[in-house]
């Protein structure tokens, strides 16, 4: 069964500050794809990135980056120099490689960055 | 950029009423997918739809149904609604089902 936990469920900043929220998966599959959506209050799901499974390289984009460790089963999300607008709750996400692709989420984290 | 149409954005019903929510994907999309979230909540999903077939089943009630249609947009309909419907209800398209989801802004349903 695939399970993904995210152990923090809130956290609060200020601006300015680095954050890093925590992204735990269980699966055994050996092929599957993780995420990070973001929903802000407004409520819509915003696709922040999605890697695969044999690609273990660390990704940077702008204040973001996401650090993907199979060995621990984990994967991270890191904001920089946090803005307010960053407040939001942040979903870490999973998917088999089968037919559907569905995706499983996990309890999500919310950000609150304070000005 | 063309994103993925829900409609409507609200709707309010009376239990044991029927509603319809609709998705109306990216252009060029063919696969759909409808996720369930309820307050507080993360994303459930519910059913998948690729190039008009059914592919996928979650935790969806025998009270809901779904198809896709032959312009690919999709319309989920439920029935006999109960209080705990209530939710945010998510439709994504991706360009087929190897690639990420996009999702659309969402119809709030209550159920009074």
């Known amino acids: 069964a695939q399970k993904v936990t995210q152990a923090q469920t809130e956290i609060s900043v200020v601006e300015k500050e680095d954050v890093t929220l925590d992204c735990v998966y269980e699966?055994?599959?050996?092929?599957?794809?993780l995420f990070w959506y973001k929903q802000p209050p407004s409520g819509e799901l915003v696709f922040l990135i999605r890697?695969?499974?044999?690609?273990?390289q660390n990704e940077i984009s702008g204040r973001y980056s996401w650090n993907f460790q199979k060995s621990t089963s984990s994967f991270n999300f890191t904001i920089t120099a946090s803005q307010v607008v960053d407040s939001a709750v942040y979903f870490c996400?999973?998917?088999?490689?089968?037919?559907?692709?569905?995706?499983?989420f996990g309890s999500g984290t919310r950000l609150l960055v304070r000005p | 950029a063309a994103g993925v149409i829900q409609s409507p954005r609200h709707l309010i019903k009376e239990k044991r009423e029927t509603a319809t929510l609709k998705c109306y994907p990216i252009?060029?999309?063919?696969?759909v997918y409808w996720y369930q979230q309820g307050p507080g909540q993360d994303p459930q999903f519910l059913i998948s739809?690729?190039?008009?077939?059914?592919?996928d089943k979650g935790s969806i009630p025998d009270r809901f149904s779904a198809q896709q249609f032959s312009d690919y947009h999709s319309e989920l309909n439920m029935s006999s609604l109960e209080l705990g419907d209530s939710a945010l209800y998510f439709c994504?398209?991706?360009?087929?089902?190897?690639?990420?989801?996009?999702f659309g802004p969402g119809t709030r349903l209550t159920v009074l």
């Open positions: 739809f690729y190039e008009k077939m059914q592919s």
């Open positions: 252009p060029r999309h063919d696969t």
């Open positions: 996400a999973l998917s088999r490689m089968d037919s559907s692709y569905k995706l499983i």
């Open positions: 699966t055994r599959d050996t092929t599957y794809y």
């Open positions: 994504a398209s991706s360009l087929d089902p190897t690639h990420e989801q996009f």
């Open positions: 890697r695969n499974s044999f690609d273990e």
